[in-house]
């Protein structure tokens, strides 16, 4: 299976692509929303891993993109924006699934 990780915090990324590749996941990852955006509009992904608030586009701004552009691969957002309107607004641009930070 194929993810793509979108987050800007460094050490989370890498934490969770060691963890994803030790179990047999492929991973990339990116650090900024036009850089998440680029690489999912492949639709080469089985899922998306992104966050909300990451530099250049945040995450929403990227999934609705997405979403636009007909690609309909799995989305997870990971965030640290944990309330109802937030998580609210995550599904109505597209979300699969919200997790909040700290998990």
Do not use: C, W
Not at 5 to 20: G, M, N, P, R, S
């Amino acid at each position: 299976m194929r993810l793509l990780i979108a987050e800007d915090e460094l050490d989370l990324a890498e934490v969770l692509t060691a963890f994803l590749e030790k179990n047999q996941y492929a991973v990339d990852a990116v650090h900024d929303g036009a850089a998440a955006l680029d690489y999912a509009v492949t639709g080469a992904y089985d899922a998306v891993i992104l966050d909300i608030m990451m530099p250049k586009l945040d995450g929403l701004e990227v999934l609705t993109r997405l979403r636009d552009a007909g690609v309909s691969t799995p989305v997870m957002l990971l965030t640290a924006r944990g309330e109802k309107d937030d998580r609210v607004a995550g599904f109505n641009a597209g979300a699969d699934d919200y997790l909040p930070k700290p998990f």
